[in-house]
Every structure is written in structure tokens, then in C-alpha cells.
């Protein structure tokens, strides 16, 4: 044979093996069930598809009553609180390597109570997410075409749940294109502002206010419950899905930080509950639409994001059918809208300020027992200074909580 040849046949073969591993790689059983393997991007655009939802819609509000200079404050302290957060359910979730979610994680390491408890935050917080979700989506429907909101929601209510029928593998290549789309529209929305922010909006400050955003951006930046659901389509590799949920957490922060600031920056104290309509109110139709639109792209992923991961969450930690777990997640947030409870704000804050913190806060536990327990090990996922994580975390979700019931009482 000619060298020639034998180089061919080289190429030959090495493209041959690749391709095995390719098929070898392309799927995993998980849970019972064979699933495509994803990419490090598309495990991205899980997390921030289920990051990047009805919450940026209110910050702006927020953070107008109180003032940029704390509000913007508010966002990178509490997001990167967030990220240690995330960094540390990723570890849970790589060394426990069984098919968990939250409340899985926190049976596995303290009991069944812990178990039970966390069912109970989880399903209060993911349905109040989805009944904020529906309630924004309404207002954002209805200022684009008119009507009642109502209706707009109970419309968005029925898309989102034929999502959450379709399940994990739909959810990825929703997300993957609906996230990129929205985070192209944010930021193109957020540099057209610019020009129309009047300095005078960036000068308030309400030192009475100071606490108000707390409970509301806890809610935007919370994707605990996409990290399990990324892992199912990054097993096996740590790296990559260490990479996925610090760049997945990372990108809502700075979206966050650009909008908050362009939007108060143009609409000031005038800036509405749904951050989108005040600016179509003062900017006109064309912003109206932009806006609202990406608004809409946003809540949408937000909504399949979160009701999947309940449903997984029921499923897997609980073995609850399929069928029962889905039609309490979607009848639930209905019933909830349809006897009026609509307060935008207060749903985010009330969700985002108790449930969310007290979920984070077994987290830590969760994680703290875990590695007393020698189960997570060094490898290529290993946190260091674990403390200076762990400390700040438990510390803020501590306060968030304590104030949050407060605030309530």
C-alpha cells in the first residue's frame, strides 16, 4: 500500500472512531430514559432561559423607588451571592450522581422531613413564579393588542402548559433559541435607551425604600432549579457543566444591571410594575412593541423553564405520575389568578423573599453535611474556599427570610 494510502486509511479510521464516540456520547439513561447529551452552550441557555423571566420585569420599579446606586448594588451583591449558590448545587448535583432535584438532594443528605419540607418550598415557590409569570404575561399581551388581561394570561397559560406536556427535550430547543432572542432583545433595548436617560432619574434615593427590592430580585436571579435540570444533560462532565452554570448565572447579571439602569434612567419615578409598559407610555407604540415583545419571549421561557423543573422534581424525588404532576402545576397558578390574587410585585417579593431563601438556606446545609460526609470529592467540579462561599450565602438568605416574614406580619 502507498503511503498515501496509508494515510488515507489512517484519516479514514480516525473519522470512523470519532464518530463512534459521537454516537457513543449522543445519549444517556437517564432516570430511566435515554436523552440526547447536550452542549455546553444549550446547558447555558437552560439556566438562563429559567433565570431570565417575569422577575426583570419588576426591578426596574423597584429599583426606582429606592434609587439606581443601591438598586444596581443590589443586583451584582445578590448575584453573586446567587452564583455561589448555583456553583454549590452543581456540586451536590455531580457528586450525588442519582437523578435529584432540590428536595431529592436535601432527603439524600438530612432525612425524609428535609425531603418533605423542601417539596413544600419548592411547589409554593415554582407556583408562585408561574402565577407571577401569567400575571405579567397578561399585562404585556394586553398593552401589545388590547383586551383584558385576564384572558391574555389564561391564553399564555395554555401555550406554556403544552411546553410543560412536552417535556426536558422540547424545553431545550425552546429555550436555546427563545433565551438568545430575548438576551439580543434586552441588550439592543438597553443601548437604544441610552440616549433618552434623563440624569435626574439616576439622582433619587429613598433611604425608607432601601429593603424594598430585596424580596423582588432574589425571585429574578434564582435558578436553583435549573441546575438539576441542565446536569441531566451534562452528565458526565464536570467541567463543562461547572461552565455552564457560571456562565448561565453570570449573563442574567449583567442583563439585569443594563436594563434596570436604561430603564430608570428614562422613566424615573414613572417607571410601572411591568417595567415594559411605562416605557411604551412614554417612549411610544414602536418601544411599546419591542419591549413588550421580548417581555413576552422572556416569561414564556421562564414559565416552561420552571414548570419542568417541578414536574422533574415531583417525578423523580417523589414518583409521582406524570399525568398528576402535571395537571397540579398547571391548575394550581389558574386557580390562583382566577380568584384575583394579581398584586405584580407582591408575588415576586413574597416568593423571591421567604420560599426562594429558605430553600437556599438548607442548600448551604445540604452542601455543608455533604462535604463532612467526604461525598464530594476533589475533581474537576471541586470548590475552593468553600467558606468565603458558604458564609455570605447563608448569612444573606438568613436576612432575606427573617425580613421577609417581617414584612408580612
Known amino acids: 500500500m502507498s503511503s498515501c494510502g496509508i494515510i488515507i486509511s489512517m484519516i479514514n479510521y480516525l473519522k470512523n472512531l470519532l464518530d463512534k464516540t459521537r454516537k457513543e456520547r449522543a445519549v ?12 455546553t452552550l444549550n446547558g ?28 444596581l448594588a443590589y443586583i451584582l451583591g445578590l448575584g453573586f451571592v446567587m452564583m455561589f449558590l448555583n456553583l454549590m448545587i452543581g456540586e451536590i448535583a455531580v457528586r450525588t450522581k442519582k437523578p435529584m432535584h432540590i428536595p431529592g438532594f436535601a432527603g439524600h443528605y438530612i432525612g425524609n422531613w428535609a425531603k418533605n419540607f423542601l417539596t413544600v418550598l419548592v411547589v409554593l415557590s415554582s407556583t408562585g413564579a408561574l402565577l407571577a409569570y401569567m400575571v405579567g404575561e397578561g399585562r404585556t399581551l394586553s398593552a401589545i393588542f388590547g383586551g383584558e388581561p385576564l384572558w391574555w394570561s389564561v391564553f399564555f397559560w395554555s401555550i406554556g402548559s403544552f411546553f410543560i406536556w412536552k417535556g426536558l427535550e422540547t424545553a431545550k430547543t425552546v429555550e436555546k433559541y427563545a433565551s438568545l432572542t430575548v438576551i439580543i432583545l434586552i441588550v439592543g433595548l438597553a443601548f437604544f435607551l441610552f440616549k433618552y436617560i434623563e440624569p435626574s432619574n439616576l439622582t433619587h434615593f429613598n433611604i425608607s425604600k432601601v429593603f424594598l427590592p430585596y424580596g423582588v430580585i ?24 461547572r461552565r455552564a452554570v457560571f456562565f448561565g448565572t453570570l449573563i442574567p447579571i449583567i442583563v439585569y444591571v443594563l436594563f434596570a439602569f436604561a ?12 417595567a415594559t409598559i411605562g416605557l411604551g407610555q412614554i417612549l411610544g407604540e414602536n418601544v411599546l412593541l419591542v419591549s413588550n415583545i421580548f417581555a413576552s419571549l422572556a416569561m414564556f421561557t421562564g414559565f416552561v423553564g420552571i414548570g419542568i423543573a417541578l414536574k422533574q422534581s415531583l417525578v423523580w424525588d417523589h414518583k409521582v405520575s406524570p399525568v398528576v404532576a402535571e395537571l397540579g402545576i398547571v391548575a394550581v397558578p389558574l386557580l390562583l389568578l382566577l380568584i384575583g390574587i394579581n398584586n405584580f410585585v407582591k408575588i415576586l417579593d413574597i416568593v423571591g423573599g421567604l420560599f426562594i431563601s429558605l430553600e437556599a438556606i438548607f442548600m448551604v446545609i445540604v452542601y455543608w453535611i455533604a ?27 438568613t ?5 421577609s416574614i417581617i414584612k408580612m406580619f
Open 263 to 274: 430603564v430608570v434612567g428614562v422613566t424615573g419615578l414613572q417607571t410601572t410594575e411591568v
Open 371 to 397: 462535604k463532612n460526609r467526604k461525598d464530594l470529592e476533589v475533581g474537576q467540579y471541586n470548590l475552593h474556599y468553600i467558606w468565603l462561599l458558604m458564609v455570605p450565602v447563608f448569612l444573606v438568605f
Open 28 to 39: 444517556v439513561l437517564h432516570h430511566g430514559v435515554y436523552k440526547k447529551t447536550t452542549s
Open 218 to 241: 432574589l425571585f429574578a436571579l434564582n435558578s436553583t432549579s435549573a441546575i438539576a435540570e441542565s446536569h441531566a444533560l451534562l452528565p458526565g462532565e464536570p467541567g463543562k457543566f
Open 44 to 71: 447555558i441557555f437552560i439556566i438562563t432561559g429559567m433565570t431570565i423571566g417575569a422577575g426583570i420585569l419588576g426591578i426596574p420599579y423597584v429599583i426606582a423607588q429606592v434609587g439606581i446606586k443601591i438598586g
Open 399 to 403: 436576612f432575606a427570610t427573617v425580613f
